[in-house]
């Protein structure tokens, strides 16, 4: 029998290179990177967005407008002196026959007696009949909303009487105003007992 030989390299005291791999060592690989996903595509504007965009901005300004209303305050005050009246509205007014109404400061009533009026402006009585004219005494007034001024003028008005009509004293009625303003805002100077309809 042969005998054989086997190397022993720990025996000889030499070690195998450490750079060499070791076979039971597995080397990573590098994987190929994905490509970027591509941005997600916008999403088309939908009209019912717009739509509502529209109807809060349209609630909105309603809001406003309601607000605005319920804090509307007209102050009637003392005329500015030396103040002149180029700007005029008229109206076709009736006056409650028998009732107070007040405009601005001023109380005023109208009664019918026979042909005459007897029209009564903060207690001074006069009598009127069909075709006279009678001037109300100037006053200021100032239009304020959310307590700020947003109009003021001078006022006066124009009475002129043309009978009783289906109960109620007609008159045609001229506002004259220092400034000129917009017709609503003369209307509010007239209470909601006159009816009156621009002329």
């Given amino acids: 029998m042969t005998e054989e030989h086997v190397h022993d390299d720990a025996?000889?005291?030499?070690?195998?290179?450490?750079?060499?791999?070791?076979?039971?060592?597995s080397v990573p690989v590098e994987q190929p990177m994905a490509p970027p996903s591509p941005p997600p595509a916008p999403?088309?504007?939908?009209?019912?967005?717009?739509?509502k965009v529209v109807l809060g901005v349209l609630g909105l300004l309603v809001i406003l407008v309601a607000a605005a209303a319920f804090t509307l305050d007209v102050e009637i005050g003392d005329p500015t002196p030396g103040a002149t009246y180029p700007y005029m509205t008229t109206y076709n007014a009736w006056f409650p026959d028998g009732e107070p109404v007040t405009v601005g400061n001023v109380r005023m009533m109208v009664l019918s007696y026979d042909n005459e009026l007897i029209l009564d402006v903060n207690g001074n009585r006069e009598?009127?009949?069909?075709?006279?004219?009678?001037?109300?005494?100037?006053?200021?007034?100032?239009?304020?909303?959310?307590?700020?001024?947003?109009?003021?003028?001078?006022?006066?008005?124009?009475?002129?009487?043309?009978?009783?009509?289906?109960?109620?004293?007609?008159?045609?009625?001229?506002?004259?105003?220092?400034?000129?303003?917009?017709?609503?805002?003369?209307?509010?100077?007239?209470?909601?007992?006159?009816?009156?309809?621009?002329?």
């Fill in 11 to 25: 025996a000889d005291g030499t070690v195998p290179p450490a750079d060499l791999p070791q076979p039971s060592q």
């Fill in 43 to 51: 999403e088309p504007v939908k009209k019912g967005g717009k739509k």
């Fill in 127 to 199: 009598k009127l009949i069909v075709g006279d004219e009678k001037e109300v005494a100037e006053h200021h007034a100032s239009m304020k909303v959310f307590g700020v001024t947003l109009l003021s003028t001078d006022f006066k008005m124009l009475m002129k009487y043309r009978g009783l009509v289906e109960g109620k004293e007609n008159f045609f009625l001229s506002v004259k105003t220092s400034r000129q303003v917009p017709e609503f805002v003369v209307g509010l100077l007239l209470p909601k007992e006159i009816q009156a309809q621009p002329a």
